[in-house]
């Protein structure tokens, strides 16, 4: 899954499953079925739960997704450390000179999202809270 660079234009991938999990919800993949073409199967491949099909995995593509992330932080205790991370990355990545309006607006986008993958890729407890 290709998701645009926070900033710059080259493009950066992002692991949906890892942030979904990281809210502690589950990512469900489907096969299609054997027996109708067009119907998802009911079980999940990774899992194996029986999955409702109206389930539909975040796309971590709104300020909801990211709003949700930054609330899960909070919650964990990691949302100070990635607000001071982020903002060396914006310093770094994005701009010479950093307000704090300026990073505001520049973090509370939907494309921050693929900033939060950074921050726990980086960390490396990714799976630790799930
Ligand atoms: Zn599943």
Known sequence: MAFEAVCGDKIKEYDRKLLTEYLGEKYHEWERSYYAKD????????????????????????????????????????????????????AEECIRSITQQGYANWLFRPESCALVDDYLKQKGTSNAHV
Do not use: P
Not at 44 to 61: G, P, Y
Not at 62 to 90: A, C, S
């Open 39 to 90: 119907e998802f199967d009911t079980l999940c491949i990774t899992c194996r739960a029986t999955v409702d099909k109206s389930h539909e995995n975040r796309t971590f593509t709104t300020i909801q997704d990211f709003y949700d992330l930054k609330v899960k932080m909070v919650e964990l205790g990691e949302w100070e450390e990635f607000y001071r991370w982020g903002m060396k990355k914006y």
